[in-house]
């Protein structure tokens, strides 16, 4: 499967190359809800939904006090600005 360009908006992926994208990314499909996510870094880990219009990614206790971080991303961005706005972190 050849996943298109990093230039390239989501919206112009399928769902099995955005699948491979997040799976390529290090993220583990969750087998009872297979639209969300799931992504561990060394300080940080999220939960990543597929909405029908937005990725919706919620930073596990990343914010004051320990409370979670919630930021949704439209499908118009490229999968390369996608990649630096959800991988980079809270």
């Known amino acids: 499967m050849k996943i298109p360009n990093p230039?390239?908006?989501?919206?112009?992926?399928t769902l099995p190359t955005i699948e491979q994208w997040l799976k390529d990314m290090g993220c583990e499909q969750n087998s009872e809800q297979l639209h969300c996510w799931w992504v561990r870094q060394l300080t940080w880990?999220?939960?990543?939904?597929?909405?029908?219009d937005q990725i919706t990614?919620?930073?596990?206790?990343?914010?004051?006090?320990?409370?979670?971080?919630?930021?949704?991303?439209?499908?118009?961005?490229?999968?390369?600005?996608?990649?630096?706005a959800i991988f980079s972190g809270p």
Not at 7 to 13: G, Q, R, S
Not at 47 to 52: F, I, T
């Open 7 to 13: 230039d390239t908006p989501l919206y112009n992926h």
């Open 45 to 52: 880990k999220a939960e990543l939904l597929l909405d029908v």
């Open 57 to 84: 990614v919620r930073y596990i206790s990343a914010g004051v006090n320990g409370t979670d971080i919630q930021r949704s991303f439209k499908y118009s961005l490229s999968r390369r600005d996608l990649e630096e």
